[in-house]
Each structure stands twice: as C-alpha cells, then as structure tokens.
C-alpha cells in the first residue's frame, strides 16, 4: 500500500500545482480509480545472464493476474489487483479535450510449463530447441508487482446525450492516444533461486484507448474503455547486486479492459 502512495504522490503535487495556476489555462481536472483485465501476444525475451548464458524464448505466452479477490479479502490493500489511476487536466470550457496523467498497474506471467522454442547460448552450451519452462529446472519471470506503464494521454470527448433537463452531460464517448515509460519490478526465477527486483526505468510505451463516460450525478462518473498497445522492455532486471550483469528485454502487444470511476473537479 505504501508504494501506491510512493507513486501518487508526484501526480497529487502536480495536480495542486496546476489548480493553483493563476493563469486560468486549465478549465478544470478529474482524478480516477479502477481495475483492468489484460491479453498478451506471443513475445520474444532475450535473456543475457552473468553466468555467460545469452539466448531468446521464442513466442513466449503470457497472461494477466487480476487478484480481484483481495478486495474482499483485504479491503484495505486495494492496490494488490491490477489497478488504475489518472489525473486529466481540461483544456478547454466544454471540458471535451484534457490532458491525462495515467498509471496502469498491470501484471505479466510468462506461463508455467509451456513448451517454447529456445536458441542462443546457456551456460557455454549451444541450444536451438524446443524446452518446457520449469521454474526448478530452468526459468520464470514475471511483472507482477508491476508491469507499471506510466504515460501521458491526450483525450478528446464527445457528448451524446445529456440529462433531461439539458443543464450537463450524461454520456460521453472517449477517446485517448499516449506514450510513455514503463517502471517494473520483476520476478526473476533461474533454476530455482528466485531474484525479486527492484524498481526502475525500463522501456516505453505506446497506446490508443477508446470507451465511454457515464455521469451518474454532476461530477461523479464512470468510464468504462478497451485500450490496445505496445509495450518494450529494454532491460526488465535492474543492475542491482545481485543482479549485477543480468538482463532481459522483449516486447509485446496488448488488449485491456478497464472499469473506473472517477470525479470531476471544476475551476468555474
């Protein structure tokens, strides 16, 4: 829980900073939460270890762990599922275009057991062949406390219908386009020992998102949106000590889903 606020931090004294601007350019803001499900494509992950050891996973599958029960189990770490958030500044009196601060919390599993095609060089020994990736016997790796894709979005808006008596918005359809960084900590078991990582800078990111807007009451709404993407991690394992000379890169696309709620705070 203490990480998520590690991480809204920034964004909250930026969003201070910009309502104080006395310049009045920013017509307004809007801050979000919610959850996500996501899809992966088959990815390539080149694998450089310390040991010598340099060779690709070919096609490797994937998939997301949503953890939504902990949000029964354990309400108060509601940052323990794959979670969003985001703070949009408007930029315009019709509040139809906003820029947007956007933190995806997904996580990524290279699947158990499968049978993946192998090539390169593994402890001084070539390969070029089919192998199953058992966490004991050979390796895993995962980012699932955070593939963490942090990135700026442009978002445009367009009113389909409003409330009965005409005075706001009812529903909304959305659209976004964004780029940014991505900050993992990730998994990473050889033959066995399991090497937790730490927190850093390790790729980019590139995305388009497209949905709708539900405003329930004058400021409160829900939003509900599919995004698609591409994500690249040019070094997923940071040079810590005990990683020292380790690395792994790869790159993949993906579907999400996300539901959120969110509000709307108004300068006028």
Excluded: C
Excluded at 80 to 104: H, S, V
Excluded at 161 to 176: A, H, M, Q, S, V
Excluded at 221 to 227: A, I, N, P, Q, R
Excluded at 238 to 260: C, P, R, S
């Amino acid at each position: 829980m203490n990480r998520f606020f590690l991480f809204l931090l920034p964004f909250i004294l930026a969003a201070s900073s910009f309502g104080q601007s006395k310049q009045k350019k920013i017509k307004g803001m809007y801050i979000q939460w919610g959850y996500n499900t996501e899809w992966y494509s088959n990815s390539n992950i080149h694998f450089k270890l310390s040991n010598g050891s340099d060779f690709v996973i070919h096609s490797a599958k994937a998939s997301d762990k949503p953890d939504l029960d902990a949000v029964y189990k354990k309400p108060i770490d509601i940052s323990i599922p794959q979670y969003n958030y985001r703070i949009g500044f408007y930029l315009n009196d019709e509040k139809t275009r906003a820029l947007e601060i956007n933190f995806d919390h997904a996580k990524y599993v290279v699947n158990d057991f499968q049978k993946a095609h192998v090539t390169g060089i593994i402890e001084g020994i070539a390969v070029d062949g089919d192998s199953i990736l058992n966490p004991s016997s050979f390796l895993h790796v995962e980012h699932t406390d955070g593939a963490n894709w942090l990135h700026i979005n442009y978002v445009q808006q367009k009113n389909i219908k409003k409330n009965l008596d005409k005075t706001r918005p009812l529903f909304n359809l959305i659209g976004k386009a964004g780029l940014g960084i991505n900050i993992p900590r990730t998994d990473f078991t050889w033959k066995g020992d399991r090497l937790n990582n730490n927190f850093h800078v390790a790729g980019y990111n590139l995305s388009i998102e497209g949905g709708f807007r539900y405003y329930f009451s004058k400021k409160f709404f829900l939003e509900g949106t599919g995004k698609t993407g591409y994500v690249r991690y040019m070094n997923a394992l940071a040079n810590t000590t005990e990683l020292k000379n380790n690395y792994v890169k790869h790159g993949f696309g993906y579907f999400e889903m996300i539901a959120l709620i969110g509000y709307d705070i108004r300068f006028q």
